[in-house]
């Protein structure tokens, strides 16, 4: 329940109120870099202000970077984001389940990210393409506000150039600018290569989006124990112990934060649970 | 576990002394603002002596009682998890100082708890608390330091309160397990004492510490008596064999709706109950930011902060609040932990300002589920 404290290493701009921070732990030893799987998250302290948690972003294989991509959106947020280089930020984790990386061995892997639910799903990327020939199709669909707020977008330019990853970006308001698509980012699921009985889907973004992409693959003929959703409540301890994460029969920081479509259906079709 | 002893009120007195000799913190029910409520005790005359009381939905009075009864009362609006899970605990202090920060855990306190007059009802709840806490993948330190080493008296219930359905959820009304000494009371015009159960090694040592003897045939009763009469008049019940799959299956009847037009959504009901465990936490400055700490309080499902999530709360109406906190009681409780979260302990009903009763919306929607 005491966070270690982590420093602020390096923090680059990812959009409108968009910052990700590379965090290094102060008391680590070289033994007990905390390894993370990804899609799991970790509880950030701000001193004096607050706890929230926030995914880790980062490439697993560099373990020692603990990577977060975070938006200003309240107190603890934003007060994150203001940190200089240097600052001490107290650090718990890594919690929760991740994304089911076995399950993605020798299947297409379609991606769907909805804002900054590609934070959380970047981990998996990194894992998929470091390791690309175990792996089918791998299929990235991602929808942003605006053009300016894609996350990562140096990145998913050079990946774009590789020819063993597709990736769609949609925007919900274009600017003149804009020469791609526009709308929102289930409607990317029907017009995507993969095959839909050998396919394994990882979702991410806000429930209503989700509930979406989750009724066009569905639509597309995957499975519902072939997709698995990043779910998001209210979090007070990460460890079962306050209570607010609870989502019906499950604790999201505990059984989650990433279910099987099918262990939750009945939940999320549910208003106010 | 067999009767094995009788004390009489100087035994149960020469009982708070030897736990106090012994090092325990002497902690039972006392009479306070009309109410009776937990606190420490040194002597047999802080107990509630000759006092009962009247419970129902939304109303609790005191009464006298015709005897001097010490333990002839159901529960208050306290329960013991005040004192392994306080409602409100600093987790740790930083120090800051150029740039360099120190955390340091809250140290817990050394003192070990004995518990006087715990009702079998409360011991279930502290069994059911134990599973959140100490069973699960993470140990909450603070409440394993308070919970390590209790000695718990329990007391077999003489009388039923006028909300308690223990005996609909099989946690009562006679203590089985989880005690250290079981006390029944027996008070009639001739005599005045208390038939013993060992329950722990510790127990056995306490108990020879005191002055006891062997019971008679009559007295142990006697002793059965007072918890079949008890279990004859529970104030409430419940059927609760299927209530896990009952309420599953009706997260959205119209009784959710029905109710939330008498709930005032204050909380009452999750502060007083024995297993509730949820938290939130507060973390603070002082003003040369040199010192940051980071409290914890006991929370509500009830308020529009707990389910908070940018920008609205997931459970905006008060039906879905309701629904949470039952529901989390009566059948998810079972999922994420394996036992129920309720115990029957009838304090929900009890201090609902409007005497919502838990019993009865079960009933509501068994009665009205639609097929
Ligand atoms: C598993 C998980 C992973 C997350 N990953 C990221 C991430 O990678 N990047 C990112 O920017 N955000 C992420 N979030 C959301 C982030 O935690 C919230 O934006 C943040 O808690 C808002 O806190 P605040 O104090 O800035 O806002 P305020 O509006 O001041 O919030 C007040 C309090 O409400 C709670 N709260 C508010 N919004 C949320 C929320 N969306 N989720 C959980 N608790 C909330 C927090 O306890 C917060 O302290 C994640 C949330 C969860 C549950
Ligand atoms: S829900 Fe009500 S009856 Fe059940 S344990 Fe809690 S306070 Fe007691
Ligand atoms: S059920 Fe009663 S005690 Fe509980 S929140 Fe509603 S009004 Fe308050
Ligand atoms: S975040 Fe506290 S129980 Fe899940």
């Given at each position: 329940?005491?966070?270690?404290?982590?420093?602020?290493?390096?923090?680059?701009?990812?959009?409108?109120?968009?910052?990700?921070?590379?965090?290094?732990?102060?008391?680590?030893?070289?033994?007990?870099?905390?390894?993370?799987?990804?899609?799991?998250?970790?509880?950030?302290?701000?001193?004096?202000?607050?706890?929230?948690?926030?995914?880790?972003?980062?490439?697993?294989?560099?373990?020692?970077?603990?990577?977060?991509?975070?938006?200003?959106?309240?107190?603890?947020?934003?007060?994150?984001?203001?940190?200089?280089?240097?600052?001490?930020?107290?650090?718990?984790?890594?919690?929760?389940?991740?994304?089911?990386?076995?399950?993605?061995?020798?299947?297409?892997?379609?991606?769907?990210?909805?804002?900054?639910?590609?934070?959380?799903?970047?981990?998996?990327?990194?894992?998929?393409?470091?390791?690309?020939?175990?792996?089918?199709?791998?299929?990235?669909?991602?929808?942003?506000?605006?053009?300016?707020?894609?996350?990562?977008?140096?990145?998913?330019?050079?990946?774009?150039?590789?020819?063993?990853?597709?990736?769609?970006?949609?925007?919900?308001?274009?600017?003149?600018?804009?020469?791609?698509?526009?709308?929102?980012?289930?409607?990317?699921?029907?017009?995507?290569?993969?095959?839909?009985?050998?396919?394994?889907?990882?979702?991410?973004?806000?429930?209503?989006?989700?509930?979406?992409?989750?009724?066009?693959?569905?639509?597309?003929?995957?499975?519902?124990?072939?997709?698995?959703?990043?779910?998001?409540?209210?979090?007070?301890?990460?460890?079962?112990?306050?209570?607010?994460?609870?989502?019906?029969?499950?604790?999201?920081?505990?059984?989650?934060?990433?279910?099987?479509?099918?262990?939750?259906?009945?939940?999320?079709?549910?208003?106010?649970? | 576990?067999?009767?094995?002893?009788?004390?009489?009120?100087?035994?149960?007195?020469?009982?708070?002394?030897?736990?106090?000799?012994?090092?325990?913190?002497?902690?039972?029910?006392?009479?306070?603002?009309?109410?009776?409520?937990?606190?420490?005790?040194?002597?047999?005359?802080?107990?509630?002596?000759?006092?009962?009381?009247?419970?129902?939905?939304?109303?609790?009075?005191?009464?006298?009682?015709?005897?001097?009864?010490?333990?002839?009362?159901?529960?208050?609006?306290?329960?013991?998890?005040?004192?392994?899970?306080?409602?409100?605990?600093?987790?740790?202090?930083?120090?800051?100082?150029?740039?360099?920060?120190?955390?340091?855990?809250?140290?817990?306190?050394?003192?070990?708890?004995?518990?006087?007059?715990?009702?079998?009802?409360?011991?279930?709840?502290?069994?059911?608390?134990?599973?959140?806490?100490?069973?699960?993948?993470?140990?909450?330190?603070?409440?394993?330091?308070?919970?390590?080493?209790?000695?718990?008296?329990?007391?077999?219930?003489?009388?039923?309160?006028?909300?308690?359905?223990c005996v609909s959820m099989g946690t009562g009304p006679k203590a089985q397990s989880g005690f250290d000494l079981a006390l029944t009371e027996i008070v009639d015009t001739s005599r005045h004492a208390f038939v013993v159960e060992v329950g722990s090694e510790a127990g056995r040592r306490m108990l020879g510490?005191?002055?006891?003897?062997?019971?008679?045939?009559?007295?142990?009763?006697?002793?059965?008596?007072?918890?079949?009469?008890?279990?004859?008049?529970?104030?409430?019940?419940?059927?609760?064999?299927?209530?896990?799959?009952?309420?599953?299956?009706?997260?959205?009847?119209?009784?959710?709706?029905?109710?939330?037009?008498?709930?005032?959504?204050?909380?009452?009901?999750?502060?007083?109950?024995?297993?509730?465990?949820?938290?939130?936490?507060?973390?603070?400055?002082?003003?040369?930011?040199?010192?940051?700490?980071?409290?914890?309080?006991?929370?509500?499902?009830?308020?529009?902060?707990?389910?908070?999530?940018?920008?609205?709360?997931?459970?905006?109406?008060?039906?879905?609040?309701?629904?949470?906190?039952?529901?989390?009681?009566?059948?998810?409780?079972?999922?994420?932990?394996?036992?129920?979260?309720?115990?029957?302990?009838?304090?929900?009903?009890?201090?609902?300002?409007?005497?919502?009763?838990?019993?009865?919306?079960?009933?509501?929607?068994?009665?009205?589920?639609?097929?």
């Amino acid at each position: 329940m005491v966070p270690r404290i982590a420093r602020l290493r390096r923090k680059r701009r990812d959009g409108p109120q968009v910052w990700t921070l590379d965090l290094e732990l102060e008391d680590r030893h070289a033994s007990e870099a905390p390894r993370f799987a990804p899609g799991q998250f970790n509880m950030l302290t701000v001193f004096g202000v607050g706890e929230v948690p926030i995914s880790v972003s980062g490439d697993p294989a560099a373990p020692d970077r603990l990577v977060h991509t975070i938006r200003s959106v309240g107190a603890v947020s934003s007060a994150l984001t203001r940190l200089a280089p240097g600052a001490a930020i107290g650090f718990r984790g890594p919690f929760g389940t991740g994304w089911p990386m076995e399950e993605t061995v020798a299947r297409d892997v379609v991606i769907v990210a909805g804002g900054l639910g590609l934070a959380p799903l970047r981990p998996a990327l990194y894992r998929l393409l470091a390791d690309r020939l175990r792996y089918g199709r791998i299929v990235l669909l991602y929808g942003a506000r605006s053009p300016e707020d894609i996350l990562f977008r140096s990145e998913l330019e050079s990946w774009r150039r590789r020819l063993d990853i597709a990736i769609e970006v949609t925007v919900d308001h274009a600017t003149s600018a804009w020469r791609g698509r526009v709308g929102v980012v289930p409607a990317l699921v029907a017009r995507a290569d993969f095959d839909p009985l050998h396919a394994i889907a990882l979702v991410c973004g806000p429930e209503v989006m989700m509930r979406f992409a989750v009724a066009a693959l569905r639509d597309a003929g995957v499975a519902d124990e072939s997709i698995y959703l990043s779910m998001e409540r209210n979090m007070k301890c990460a460890i079962a112990f306050c209570g607010h994460c609870q989502l019906g029969t499950v604790f999201v920081c505990r059984e989650g934060p990433v279910f099987r479509h099918d262990r939750i259906r009945g939940l999320l079709a549910l208003k106010e649970i | 576990m067999a009767a094995e002893a009788v004390v009489t009120l100087e035994g149960v007195q020469a009982l708070l002394d030897g736990l106090r000799r012994n090092g325990y913190r002497t902690l039972g029910p006392t009479l306070r603002d009309q109410a009776i409520v937990y606190d420490d005790i040194a002597t047999i005359d802080d107990l509630p002596r000759g006092w009962t009381d009247e419970q129902d939905g939304g109303r609790y009075r005191l009464l006298r009682r015709m005897d001097d009864a010490l333990f002839g009362y159901a529960v208050g609006p306290h329960s013991w998890k005040k004192y392994l899970h306080p409602p409100l605990l600093r987790l740790w202090r930083a120090e800051h100082d150029d740039g360099g920060v120190r955390v340091v855990a809250e140290p817990d306190p050394t003192d070990k708890l004995a518990f006087i007059g715990v009702r079998s009802c409360e011991i279930h709840a502290l069994a059911i608390q134990d599973r959140v806490f100490l069973e699960g993948a993470y140990v909450d330190p603070h409440y394993r330091a308070r919970r390590e080493g209790n000695f718990i008296v329990a007391v077999n219930c003489g009388q039923a309160g006028g909300t308690c359905f223990c005996v609909s959820m099989g946690t009562g009304p006679k203590a089985q397990s989880g005690f250290d000494l079981a006390l029944t009371e027996i008070v009639d015009t001739s005599r005045h004492a208390f038939v013993v159960e060992v329950g722990s090694e510790a127990g056995r040592r306490m108990l020879g510490e005191i002055p006891h003897r062997s019971p008679t045939p009559d007295e142990l009763d006697a002793a059965d008596a007072v918890v079949t009469r008890t279990e004859g008049a529970m104030g409430r019940k419940m059927q609760a064999d299927d209530v896990h799959e009952l309420l599953l299956r009706n997260l959205e009847h119209g009784r959710w709706d029905d109710v939330a037009q008498r709930c005032l959504t204050c909380g009452n009901c999750t502060m007083v109950c024995p297993t509730c465990f949820c938290t939130t936490v507060e973390d603070s400055s002082d003003l040369a930011g040199r010192e940051t700490s980071r409290t914890r309080r006991w929370d509500s499902c009830f308020t529009m902060d707990f389910s908070y999530i940018h920008g609205g709360s997931v459970r905006a109406s008060t039906s879905s609040r309701y629904r949470q906190w039952m529901t989390h009681k009566l059948s998810t409780w079972f999922d994420q932990f394996g036992t129920s979260g309720c115990v029957g302990c009838g304090r929900c009903i009890t201090w609902c300002p409007v005497g919502i009763d838990i019993t009865e919306e079960v009933t509501a929607i068994r009665d009205s589920e639609p097929r």
